[in-house]
Structure formats: C-alpha cells, structure tokens
Nanobody, 119 residues
Framework: AVQLVESGGGSVQAGAALTLSCVVS????????MGWYRQFPGKGREGVAY???????RYRDDVKGRFTISKDNAKNTLYLQMDSLKPEETAIYYC?????????????RGQGTLVAVSA
C-alpha cells in the first residue's frame, strides 16, 4: 500500500525556519512528481511547490527564494525547507503526488503536519 507520512511541523515565530519531511512507502519518489500543498484553517488549499521526476522544481510566487523542495531517492523521502516563515503561512502542510500548483484531489497524500507561525 502507498503511504505518505509527514513530519517536522511545529510552532515557531515569524522569521524562523522549519524543514518538513515526507517518508513515502510503496511509491518511488524518484519516478514521479511530488509536492507540497497547504490547507488554511477554515479556508481553501493552495499548492506550495512540486518537484518532477527529473528534479525540475516549481514554486508558488510568494515562497520563491524562501522555500526549497528536495528529495532523497535513497531514503524515498520528500522535503520542504521553509525559511523566513510568515504568520499567514500557518496551515496544515501535506505532501502529495501532485505535479501542479492548482490542487484538486491528489491520488495520494499524507495526513498533514501543522505549521503554526506566530507574529
């Protein structure tokens, strides 16, 4: 069975950094597009970044230069390094099998990890 398990969320102050991890089983991260999206409390979801099978990276405009997506094929793990976090980025972050920043219904996604950024 395919399983995605995120970790690394937490409560931080504005300007801090966090690195999210997503351990994937049953699905090789090396051969598919994978990415991160976030769900705001009581609001919609938005794509944050994704990385293709040939390591092409795409980001939403407001995280460019602050967030970095990467993967470790040997560990079958996806990462999201987030620097200079802002309070408005408080959300549940999900890793998923996505190849777009327009989020519909991903085939596979994790349970999410909460990132809370205080001012």
């Amino acid at each position: 069975a395919v399983q995605l398990v995120e970790s690394g969320g937490g409560s931080v102050q504005a300007g801090a950094a966090l690195t999210l991890s997503c351990v994937v089983s049953g699905y090789p991260v090396s051969s598919v597009c994978m990415g991160w999206y976030r769900q705001f409390p009581g609001k919609g979801r938005e794509g944050v970044a994704y990385i293709t099978s040939v390591d092409v990276e795409r980001y939403r405009d407001d995280v460019k230069g602050r967030f970095t997506i990467s993967k470790d094929n040997a560990k079958n793990t996806l990462y999201l390094q987030m620097d200079s976090l802002k309070p408005e980025e408080t959300a549940i972050y999900y890793c998923a099998t996505i190849c777009t920043l327009t989020i519909g219904s991903p085939t596979y996604r994790g349970q999410g990890t909460l990132v809370a950024v205080s001012a």
